[in-house]
Nanobody, 112 residues
């Protein structure tokens, strides 16, 4: 069974940075595509970033140039580096794979 566990969220001031981690168990991330999504209460979950197994990365327009998705195969972990954070980035962030169910997410709060 593949499991994804997110961590690294917190409270940060606008302009600050956070790095989220997604630890994967049950399958190697070498042959998995991993996405990051986020959700604000009352709104639909929205796509943030993805890194495909071939190394291609894609980002939502709202985070392009500020967020970077990367992976450490040795640690079976995918990261989301978030720089120049804005209050509108406040959300619960989830990593996702078609091989696993949604996890609990990690809260990111950006104060103005």
């Amino acid at each position: 069974q593949v499991q994804l566990v997110e961590s690294g969220g917190g409270l940060v001031q606008a302009g600050g940075s956070l790095r989220l981690s997604c630890v994967v168990s049950g399958r190697s991330i070498r042959d998995m595509g991993i996405d990051w999504y986020r959700q604000v209460p009352g709104k639909q979950r929205e796509f943030v970033a993805t890194r495909l197994s071939g190394g291609i990365t894609k980002y939502a327009d709202s985070v392009k140039g500020r967020f970077t998705i990367s992976r450490d195969n040795a640690k079976n972990t995918v990261y989301l580096q978030m720089n120049s954070l804005k209050p509108e980035d406040t959300a619960v962030y989830y990593c996702h794979s078609t091989f696993a169910s949604w996890g609990q997410g990690t809260q990111v709060t950006v104060s103005s």
